[in-house]
């Protein structure tokens, strides 16, 4: 008799697995969920202890044991969609951008699509002119902040604070500028909305970039944003197609087919490459998902999709949340005492830095970094417009609420567009497709390359950590060889090599 309420115990204990969920200010949160628990309860669990409500946004993303990320399903069990060994780790993320996040009806939910969009910042996922990056910056320095106070904040304070991938001393100075002349008296809350409301007007707000090549073997990054879907090539938007012109999305292996419908009955399909079946199979889900999400008008519209023009052939999926204006419907009818808010504050970022308590630091001195920078990068024409020169401020940035400017992205017929001072290319670790792997000096070359600063302005720090010529060298005949079979130059080569993710963490 015991033995058998001891074996039921056990087999009990076998059904329950510890959850690690990271969370947008990089705090987390720990459970203990039943084998058979679905993706929606582990997410009802996340949003009541968050006090969320407008939780329609959101999602839970986790890395599979091929390093592919996903979006965790809530009709399907946790266990068998991670299929990784327990203890599991996920992430809390926003995964259908608002199209107006200043509508929000709580500010708890602005907070965190602020906390989500000052990680695409950091990431480079946000790509915008050094105008407009200077000014969300000095955003988000007087939200965590508050005013400029020449006793606390010395010469240099804005040096401390790590927003991009890349930093120049020129914008660090345009940045302090502005928080010490123009943002003087703004709340956190109001500082937040602010730089919502700017992030919401650039190219790259709610991208979610997805790697892959054209039919020509260019680089380009796929994304689905609130208006459409985009293609991003050096620093330029090259596809807008609004949702209302997208008649169908499809994958075979690693290819993803977009079927368009444009005016005067004009059709086109746009055809793109994927690193993987998986990382196109992901991609194409996620379309799926944000058409739905932004193009109906009630979730009852919503049907089962095929990735074939055979039904009973290839994938099939169905989103299975609410639309768009059914969760604004719903938000308008929220009655509630607004939530306290838990603002971070001023505790470091493990993976968005924003907020560090040392100076800025580079491991590889201005004159070697420069060389290294020079020998990959050298003619690529559309780096050779710097990040790094001097932001123009705009004309007036106020001490209130900015007006609200509907974005003309989806009224606008121009189909392409300057994003960025320099060519688009995200953080590593922030890419969907699966870890390349490759040596850790190739890695530590990347991310001196794409995510170290290149200022030639910098003063000359110690070479301790400064690859030789040599090191150089070699390392660049490992870029060759890892591009062979590309036909372009070399440098490009290298280039689409560096772009391909070197980091797993997951929690970008």
Not at 145 to 154: A, E, Q, T, V
Not at 206 to 220: E, I, L, M, Q, R
Not at 305 to 333: C, D, P, Q, T
Request: hydrophobic share 35%; with cysteine.
């Amino acid at each position: 008799m015991l033995s058998r309420l001891m074996s039921g115990s056990s087999r009990s204990l076998e059904r329950e697995y510890s959850c690690t969920v990271r969370l947008l200010d990089d705090s987390e949160y720990t459970c203990t969920i039943q084998r058979d628990a679905k993706g929606q309860y582990l997410f009802d669990l996340l949003c009541h202890h968050l006090n969320l409500l407008e939780k329609d946004y959101f999602g839970i993303r986790f890395v599979d044991p091929d390093k592919q990320r996903h979006w965790l399903e809530f009709t399907k069990s946790v266990v068998k969609q991670l299929r990784s060994q327990p203890p599991f780790t996920m992430c809390f993320r926003v995964k259908f951008y608002p199209a107006d996040p200043a509508a929000l009806k709580e500010e708890i939910t602005r907070y965190l699509v602020f906390l989500q969009i000052k990680r695409d910042l950091y990431h480079g996922r946000l790509l915008c002119k050094t105008s407009d990056a200077a000014l969300l910056a000095a955003y988000i320095l007087q939200a965590e902040i508050g005013d400029y106070d020449p006793g606390k904040h010395p010469e240099g304070y804005s040096s401390k604070f790590q927003f991009f991938p890349k930093h120049s001393e020129k914008l660090e100075r345009k940045i302090a500028e502005i928080h010490k002349t123009e943002l003087s008296g703004q709340t956190p809350a109001t500082s937040e909305l602010n730089f919502l409301r700017k992030a919401q007007t650039l190219e790259t707000y709610g991208v979610d970039p997805h790697p892959c090549k054209d039919v020509s073997g260019n680089a380009a990054f796929l994304a689905f944003t609130p208006f459409g879907f985009v293609v991003l090539q050096g620093n330029k938007r090259v596809h807008f197609i609004k949702w209302n012109e997208v008649t169908k999305l499809k994958f075979e292996g690693k290819t993803f087919y977009l079927y368009v419908s444009q005016k005067e009955e004009k059709k086109i399909i746009l055809t793109y490459f994927a690193p993987t079946p998986e990382a196109c199979k992901h991609l194409w889900k996620c379309g799926i998902e944000n058409q739905a999400f932004y193009k109906l008008e009630k979730s009852s519209q919503v049907r089962t999709v095929s990735s074939s023009n055979l039904f009973f052939k290839g994938s099939r999926f169905r989103y299975s949340g609410r639309v768009a204006k059914e969760v604004m419907e719903s938000s308008a009818k929220i009655k509630r005492e607004p939530p306290e808010i838990h603002r971070a504050g001023m505790v470091p970022s493990r993976s968005c830095p924003s907020i560090t308590h040392g100076p800025r630091l580079s491991s590889v001195p201005r004159t070697r970094r420069r060389a290294v920078h020079i020998s990959i990068m050298e003619g690529l024409e559309s780096l050779r417009d710097s990040a790094h020169s001097t932001p123009v401020r705009s004309s007036s940035h106020g001490d209130t609420f900015l007006p609200h400017v509907r974005s003309s992205r989806a009224d606008s017929n121009e189909r392409v567009a300057v994003i960025a001072d320099e060519a688009y290319s995200p953080a590593d670790s922030v890419l969907p497709t699966p870890v390349a792997e490759h040596s850790l000096e190739l890695m530590l070359l990347s991310r001196q390359i794409n995510g170290a600063t290149c200022s030639i302005e910098e003063e000359k720090e110690s070479e301790a950590s400064t690859p030789t010529a040599t090191e150089v060298e070699a390392l660049g005949g490992e870029l060759r060889a890892l591009c062979q079979g590309h036909g372009r130059p070399e440098e490009e080569q290298a280039m689409v090599c560096l772009q391909n993710p070197l980091s797993g963490e997951p929690a970008h």
